[in-house]
């Protein structure tokens, strides 16, 4: 074992896959003494939330848009009127650019740079 | 008493379906130094997948009976249902009360019955006794 000597032992391939398999063969054990006589297919291999339903993956995970309610609460009026003009549909982008450019065009004619 | 066919201890999970908490106290009363079952192994579990025995108490409100069924259909077989207190038995002095669908044999299948207001820990230490030798003959079966 003279790889944990060498001060690079974090970083060496060996000394992961060592880990590795005294992590699988602890793993391994520990779940060879579990209970074995439970009934397949039935409620014994459910989750156990305090004798509640579990209910469907979708319901029960809190997504990441979630940390951000009180930021979109407080930006409400700022989103929504924003959210409007994003239709999706490409046409209505082009416009937009179309009438930007022009918008900018005449300002820029009427400040005198081009 | 033979207790070698079980080769681990027993544990317990203890699931309140409206009781007054006066059955839940004298289970933790068991759990206390002057009585300390956890000697003999007895201890209480959090988990139904992990219980050989259901301590059972209160009168089965209308809200707990699904969760009940549910708790009881995750307990690994074999497994004992102990109903503790009268509330459980028999629905104690809320047996007239509209919100009540107990008694909680009428939900799911007991084994054994602790009568009391609250029943003494000696009582129910004694029922847990009771449990262990019923395991014990199943699962010499």
Redesign the interface.
């Known amino acids: 074992m003279s790889i944990l000597g060498l001060g690079y032992s974090p970083w060496s391939p060996i000394f992961w896959l060592l880990a590795f398999v005294v992590v699988t063969i602890m793993a391994y054990f520990f779940r060879r003494r579990g209970?074995k006589?439970?009934?397949k297919d039935?409620?014994?291999t459910?989750v156990?939330l305090?004798?509640?339903?579990v209910p469907e993956a979708k319901q029960r995970h809190i997504r990441a848009h979630n940390v951000y309610w009180g930021f979109f609460e407080t930006m409400k009026e700022y989103y929504e009127a924003n959210m409007k003009t994003h239709t999706g549909i490409i046409n209505d982008y082009i416009i937009w650019f179309l009438v930007l450019i022009a918008i900018s065009a005449i300002i820029l004619f009427i400040v005198g740079i081009v | 008493m033979n207790v070698s066919a079980i080769k681990r201890a027993l544990w317990a999970y203890h699931?309140n379906t409206g009781s007054c908490n006066g059955c839940d106290i004298e289970i933790l009363a068991a759990l206390t130094p002057r009585y300390d079952v956890e000697r003999f192994g007895i201890m209480l579990v959090g988990?139904?997948?992990?219980a050989d025995v259901l301590l059972v108490t209160g009168p089965v409100a209308r809200q707990?009976a699904?969760?009940?069924k549910?708790?009881y259909?995750?307990?690994?077989?074999p497994k004992v249902v102990i109903v503790v207190g009268n509330c459980g038995s028999e629905g104690g002095v809320f047996y007239e009360s509209y919100n009540l669908v107990g008694p909680a044999d009428q939900h799911i299948p007991v084994d054994i019955y602790v009568p009391g207001c609250p029943p003494r820990p000696e009582a129910i230490i004694e029922a847990v006794a009771k449990a262990w030798v019923k395991l014990e003959k199943a699962a010499e079966k």
């Open positions: 209970q006589k439970y009934k039935t409620a014994q459910k156990f305090c004798g509640e339903e | 699931i988990s139904p997948r992990h707990m699904p969760r009940l549910r708790v259909e995750q307990t690994p077989d």
